[in-house]
Structure formats: C-alpha cells, structure tokens
Nanobody
C-alpha cells in the first residue's frame, strides 16, 4: 500500500520559515518524480516544486529563491524548505509521487498559514 504522509505545516509570521516533510512508503522512491503542490484559498491546486529522478529541480516562479526541494533516498523522504514566507504562500501543501499518468499518488496535505 502506497502512503505519502506530509508533516511540518503550521502557523508562521510573514518572513518566517518552515520545513515540510513527506515520508513515502510502498514505492521505490528513486523511480518517482516527487513534487509539492499547494492549494490556496479560492485557487486551483498549483505545482510549487519538483525533484526529478536525476536530482534536478524545478520551481514555480513565485517561490524561486525562497523555497528549496530536496530528498533523502535512504529515508524515502522529500522536503520543502520554505523561507521568506508571505501571506500568499498560505494554503494546503500536498506531496505527489509521479511515475506515469496512471501511477500517481498524493498525500492528504498539510496546512501552512502565513499570518501576523
């Protein structure tokens, strides 16, 4: 059974930092493209960052220079370090493991609230 379990969300003040974690089980972690998506209030879910099988990364423009995605293959865990957070970063952050259009898994999400 495949499970993706996110953690690390919470309430943070503008300018603060959080690190999200996604622990994966039931998949061969290194075979998947791992991604972080977010759904902000009133908006569609959007891709925030991805890390590919070769370790390369990509980010949505709005988080470039502030967020860093990384992975620990020994722990089957992917991370999202988020710095200089602003209220527009508020939302539910979801972990995704993508192999093909059919083999694609999601976590249940973790809420990040950026507010003073």
């Amino acid at each position: 059974q495949v499970q993706l379990v996110e953690s690390g969300g919470g309430l943070v003040q503008p300018g603060g930092s959080l690190r999200l974690s996604c622990a994966a089980s039931g998949i061969r972690f290194s075979n998947y493209v791992m991604g972080w998506y977010r759904q902000s209030p009133g908006k569609q879910r959007e891709l925030v960052a991805r890390i590919f099988r070769d370790g390369s990364t990509s980010y949505v423009d709005s988080v470039k220079g502030r967020f860093t995605i990384s992975r620990d293959t020994a722990k089957n865990t992917v991370y999202l370090q988020m710095n200089s957070l602003n209220p527009e970063d508020t939302g539910v952050y979801y972990c995704n493991a993508h192999f093909t259009s059919i083999v694609d898994y999601w976590g249940k999400g973790t809420l990040v609230t950026v507010s003073s």
